[in-house]
């Protein structure tokens, strides 16, 4: 039996390397409204909450609306151009599987990109589900969204954890009673992971699986 019945992760920087796909969006975007093009260091301090709330780094409330169209629409053309899967990511999910573990991706990330990008990479299949933005009322953290989630895969939170890498994913767990174990490929380094109450935290999926495996 696996160690985890229900083994959630996230995606931009737990399961893919997107950022260059979203630095190169935000670089396009923010100087037609006027504002410099940021770095990559500023564009991954503001990812994590959902797009609308990154933006809010960049742009006042009233250019949001327009902001995140335009990101979305320059997205969608240049959606599967870099990116890439993490280290491990696959290995993770096809021996979670294989211990008969059930595997889906939540994220905030708007769910069709979500799920092309999971199909560009050979995932899909893999998956019992992809959940992301847009295809619910809710994003991370709100509890309403993982239940949405559990309900969906017929999933218990007590044999659940959330792989992630930002305090999203693990306030997002939290809320929804179950355990968020972090890697550090994405936003956030492990002091910002532990001080988030992620309940481990790993250098990548790599180690993270090893673990998994040990018990």
Same mark, same amino acid.
């Given at each position: 039996?696996?160690?985890? !019945?229900?083994l959630l992760l996230d995606l931009d920087g737990t399961l893919v390397d997107?950022?260059?796909?979203?630095?190169?969006? %935000?670089?396009?975007?923010?100087?037609?409204?006027?504002?410099?093009?940021?770095?990559?260091? /500023?564009?991954?301090?503001?990812?994590? *909450?959902?797009?609308? @709330?990154?933006?809010? @780094?960049?742009?006042? +409330?009233?250019?949001?609306?327009?902001?995140?169209?335009?990101?979305? !629409? %320059? &997205?969608?053309?240049?959606?599967?151009?870099?990116?890439?899967?993490?280290? #491990?990511?696959?290995?993770?999910?096809?021996? /979670?599987?294989?211990?008969?573990?059930?595997?889906?991706?939540? &994220? @905030?990330?708007? *769910?069709?990109? !979500?799920?092309?990008?999971?199909?560009?990479?050979?995932?899909?299949?893999?998956?019992?589900?992809?959940? *992301?933005?847009?295809?619910?009322?809710?994003?991370?953290? /709100?509890?309403?969204?993982?239940?949405?989630?559990?309900? /969906?895969?017929?999933?218990?939170?007590?044999?659940?954890?959330?792989? *992630? +890498?930002?305090?999203?994913?693990?306030?997002?767990?939290? @809320? #929804?009673?179950?355990?968020?174990?972090?890697?550090?490929?994405?936003?956030?380094?492990?002091?910002?992971?532990?001080?988030?109450?992620a309940e481990a935290v790993f250098p990548d999926l790599i180690a993270l699986q090893a673990s998994l495996v040990s018990g």
């Amino acid at each position: 039996m696996p160690r985890f !019945a229900t083994l959630l992760l996230d995606l931009d920087g737990t399961l893919v390397d997107a950022f260059t796909t979203i630095h190169r969006s %935000y670089v396009h975007i923010l100087p037609t409204f006027g504002r410099p093009a940021p770095t990559m260091e /500023q564009v991954r301090r503001a990812v994590g *909450g959902g797009l609308e @709330n990154a933006m809010r @780094n960049f742009l006042p +409330d009233e250019l949001i609306a327009d902001a995140v169209k335009a990101h979305v !629409a %320059y &997205t969608d053309r240049i959606l599967l151009e870099d990116v890439t899967l993490l280290p #491990g990511a696959k290995e993770l999910i096809a021996a /979670q599987r294989a211990a008969g573990a059930t595997v889906a991706v939540f &994220t @905030n990330k708007r *769910g069709d990109h !979500a799920r092309k990008i999971c199909a560009h990479l050979g995932l899909t299949r893999s998956l019992a589900g992809i959940f *992301g933005a847009g295809d619910t009322p809710w994003l991370k953290p /709100q509890p309403q969204f993982a239940a949405h989630v559990l309900t /969906q895969l017929k999933a218990d939170a007590a044999t659940t954890m959330l792989v *992630g +890498d930002s305090p999203f994913d693990v306030q997002a767990a939290h @809320n #929804g009673g179950f355990v968020c174990w972090a890697v550090t490929t994405g936003t956030h380094d492990a002091a910002q992971l532990r001080t988030a109450r992620a309940e481990a935290v790993f250098p990548d999926l790599i180690a993270l699986q090893a673990s998994l495996v040990s018990g």
